[in-house]
Every structure is written in C-alpha cells, then in structure tokens.
C-alpha cells in the first residue's frame, strides 16, 4: 500500500453541514440490508459497509501497469436520537444482496425547538431508488472506519458524463 493511503476516517456531525461531508464520504459504499439495524429502546440506527475511499483517490497513485488502484475500507456508522425508520424500494428479505448508498440527505429545520419531534428526516438514498428515512429528534452521527484499507481495480462510475439516449 502506497504511503500516500489517508489514515481512517472517524467523523461526528450535529448539523447539515457535518451531514452533507458524510455524504460526500460515504457515496458509492457498500452494504446489505443485513448491515442494518434500527435498535429503538437506543433510538439508534446502526449500519456498517465498504466505504469507497474518495479522499485517497487520485489518479495515478497507486497504479501499476494493469491501471489505477483504489480503496475501500470497512466502516460503521450510527444515528442517534432516532424516533422511528421506514424504508421503501429495498428488498428487506434479501439481506445479503448488495446496495450501494448514493447520498443522505436531510429534511426540516433542526434549529427550530417549536416545530418539536416529527419535523426533521435523516434519509439514506440508495441506488436504484431504495430510501431508508430516519425520524430524528436532532442530527448526531458518527463514522469510523474499522479497519486497513484494501485495494480494488473498481472505481465507482455514474456515467454522468455520458448523454442520456433520446427516449421518444
């Protein structure tokens, strides 16, 4: 592994702005619906995946001949202060298949007391349209990476520089 490898990650964020570099961070990981768990009488919602390591990526470092190398790293994240989950679009009885955690986003306004429980959503958007959205009573959330990285010749690619087929 090239000495140019970032150290693990371990990150809190109690607002938008600490949530929105999480996002960033966790884009394209890797889990399994089995890698989740809501535990209410914590009101907590823990999960754990392969995280792409965007913040190691860099073109060149760490090729070889055969192409780029990249890295994922195992880590796990939790939400505290969670009121209730739901989900939509995931196969809750697959739990090993794969998914890959697009973005989390945030609904409602945390720094409003008045509006009280119920008024702000922590969602966790997935490929291909599944959603997991958190009912939460404030934004408290942590990442640590768990483990040494790993190397892999996949970088995640969206195609979004690729137009889109005319579909008439």
């Keep these: 592994m090239s000495g140019k490898i970032a150290k693990p990650l371990k990150l809190t964020a109690m607002d938008r702005e600490g949530l929105g570099i999480f996002s960033a961070c966790v884009q394209d990981s890797l889990t399994r619906i089995g890698e ?8 907590r919602f823990v999960l754990t995946a392969n995280r792409y390591m965007w913040e190691v990526d860099g073109g060149s470092a760490g090729a070889d001949s055969d192409g780029d190398l990249h890295y994922r790293i195992r880590t796990g994240m939790h939400f505290n202060d969670v009121l209730g ?33 119920g008024n702000l959503f922590v969602t966790l958007v ?24 790993w190397t892999t010749r ?8 690729k137009p889109v087929p005319n579909q008439q």
Excluded at 36 to 43: G, N, S, V
Aim: glycine letters at 10%; proline letters at 5%.
């Design 126 to 149: 997935f490929a291909a349209g599944g959603r997991i959205r958190l009912e939460v009573e404030c934004i408290d959330c942590v990442l640590s990476d768990m483990d040494n990285p």
């Design 36 to 43: 989740m768990t809501w535990r209410p009488k914590e009101r």
């Design 154 to 161: 996949a970088k995640p690619d969206h195609e979004l520089d």
């Design 85 to 117: 989950v739901q989900s939509q679009g995931l196969m809750r009885e697959n739990l090993d298949g794969l998914i890959s955690l697009m973005a989390i986003e945030v609904e409602g306004d945390e720094n409003d007391p008045g509006l009280g429980a």
